[in-house]
């Protein structure tokens, strides 16, 4: 019953920015464990950012000081905005969920495991 939807991917030049949303249906909040998550073809999933039931966040060490997480209760979504973005960054980009879970997993690397819920993912590519 529940589902992520992503939505903001595109195209832009390296950089820029972009921000991705991620908007939950079939649960009452979002005050729970999520993350962003990238993929390219051959490579596994890769964890970007988590934002845990407190609102803290972590994320991996290619991508601090340029993307910020952030959770709007309200709304029941979470943003991904991304700064100065490089083409490595290009893949895509795909919201995640673990209601279930007391916090996020300890390490951003293997998050991924632990997430049940998924979105079909936003594609992102980064032009040089």
């Known amino acids: 019953q529940v589902e992520l939807a992503e939505s903001g991917g595109g195209t832009v030049q390296a950089g820029g920015s972009l921000t991705l949303s991620c908007t939950a249906s079939g649960l009452p909040d979002t005050n729970y464990c999520m993350g962003w998550f990238r993929q390219t073809p051959g490579k596994y999933r890769e964890g970007v950012a988590l934002?845990?039931?407190?609102?803290?966040?972590r994320y991996s060490e290619s991508v601090k000081g340029r993307i910020t997480i952030s959770r709007d209760t309200a709304e029941k979504k979470v943003d991904l905005q991304m700064n100065s973005l490089k083409p490595e960054d290009s893949g895509t980009y795909y919201c995640?969920?673990?209601?279930?879970?007391?916090?996020?997993?300890?390490?951003?690397?293997?998050?991924?495991?632990?997430?049940?819920?998924w979105g079909k993912g936003a594609l992102v590519t980064v032009s040089s």
């Open positions: 934002i845990d039931r407190d609102g803290s966040t």
């Open positions: 995640a969920a673990a209601p279930r879970l007391w916090t996020c997993p300890r390490s951003i690397e293997t998050a991924h495991i632990a997430m049940p819920t």
